[in-house]
C-alpha cells in the first residue's frame, strides 16, 4: 500500500524559513510526479510547486523565488525548502503524488485531480 506522509509544518516569523517534506512509501521505481499544494479554510487547494524524475520543476508564480522544491531519490520523496515566508503563506500543506509517470510536461501543471494519492497535510502558520 503507497503512504504520503508530510511533515516540517510550524509557526514561524514572517521572513523565516521552514522546509517541508514528502515520503512517499509502499513505492520504488524511480518514476514519478509529486506536487505541493496548499489550502486554506473555505479555499480550493491551489498548487505550490511540483517536481517529477524527469528533472521537470514547476512554480506558482508568487512563490518563485522564495520557494525550492527538490527530490529525495533515496526514499522516495520531495523537500520544500521556504524562505522569505510571509503571512499570505499560511495554510495547509498537500503532498500530491502521481505514480509510474512524468508531470503533463506542457500543463496544466496543478490539477489536483491528476494526483490520484495524498497525504494528510502540514500546516504552516506564518506571523507578522
Known amino acids: 500500500e503507497v503512504k504520503v506522509v508530510e511533515s516540517g509544518g510550524g509557526s514561524v516569523e514572517a521572513g523565516g524559513s521552514l522546509r517541508l517534506s514528502c515520503k512517499v512509501s509502499g513505492y520504488s521505481y524511480p518514476r514519478y510526479c509529486i506536487s505541493w499544494f496548499r489550502q486554506g479554510p473555505g479555499n480550493e487547494r491551489e498548487g505550490v510547486a511540483l517536481v517529477d524524475t524527469d528533472g521537470q520543476t514547476v512554480y506558482a508564480d508568487d512563490v518563485k523565488g522564495r520557494f525550492t522544491i527538490s527530490r529525495d531519490d533515496v526514499d522516495i520523496g520531495v523537500n520544500l525548502q521556504m524562505d522569505n515566508l510571509k503571512p499570505g503563506d499560511s495554510r495547509m500543506y498537500y503532498c500530491?503524488?502521481?505514480?509510474?509517470?512524468?508531470?503533463?510536461?506542457?500543463?496544466?501543471?496543478?490539477?489536483?485531480?491528476?494526483?490520484?494519492?495524498w497525504g494528510q497535510g502540514t500546516r504552516v502558520e506564518v506571523f507578522s
Open positions: 500530491g503524488v502521481k505514480l509510474w509517470a512524468s508531470c503533463p510536461p506542457n500543463g496544466p501543471h496543478f490539477r489536483t485531480g491528476y494526483f490520484p494519492t
